[in-house]
């Protein structure tokens, strides 16, 4: 990934169009913007979404903020606009086996680096929300808090998590022992009680701790207490 071109800055109050604007200014017309869903869960499908915007009114999306900021409707509000709107768009779904395969920072860079791949319109710069991504053939940046300061990520967070939540409530209705359809696979104390008394389901993520210990194949947390050697914190993520 590269810094912005040459001399060109964005002004902190540039607003979420800022980053099209000034990008735009230097003659790049399509401009992409990605981000992911499900990084954190500990069940389901990692899923990123892409999208470039027209450079036009009529290419605003009402309402676009940071999926997580967005009430439910709001994001399927957008989501709907962004579908009419936008130039292009894509969705890609990594499910919970190839999550387990690679390693979730390689999935989420992977699905990222597809959802660009997939755009109809082929971009001319990138912007990822917080991890760069190497192999697009085009030059990029990551954006710290992409999804708050850049429209382009705050559709392409729109779209993952939208398309991530319907499938978690597809899921709740084959598992809904889990609950799938009000914690969207993260870790809560219902999850977790879930997970104590069932075990885990096919879609859980076998490289999660808490999953790991749900299933047999770690301790039970109270055999570690006093341990100098824990590991990471069962309820909040992946082992190492």
Sequence with gaps: MSDLPRGLTVRSDAGLYGYERALRRTGIVHIAGADEAGRGA???????????????QGGRIPGLAD??????????????QILRRALA?????????????????????????????????????????????????????????GDRVAACIAAGSVLAKVTRDRIMCEMHEQWPEYDFRTHKGYVTDAHAAALSEHGPSPV?????????????????????????????????????
């Design 42 to 56: 500990c069940a389901g499908p990692l899923v990123a979404g892409a999208a470039i915007l027209r450079d036009s």
């Design 204 to 240: 859980h993520r076998m490289r999660f701790v808490n999953v790991r210990r749900a299933a047999g194949l770690e301790p039970p947390l109270e055999d570690l207490v006093g341990s100098t050697n824990v590991g990471v914190d069962a309820r909040r993520g992946e082992s190492a």
């Design 89 to 145: 768009w894509s969705v890609v779904v990594i499910d919970s086996e190839e999550c387990d395969r690679l390693g979730m920072h390689v999935a989420n860079v992977e699905a990222l680096r597809r959802a660009v791949a997939l755009l109809d319109v082929p971009p001319e710069y990138v912007l990822t929300d917080g991890f760069p991504v190497d192999g697009l053939g085009v030059p990029g940046l990551a954006v710290w808090k």
């Design 67 to 80: 999926s997580k900021l967005l009430t439910e409707k709001a994001r399927e509000r957008c989501y709907a």
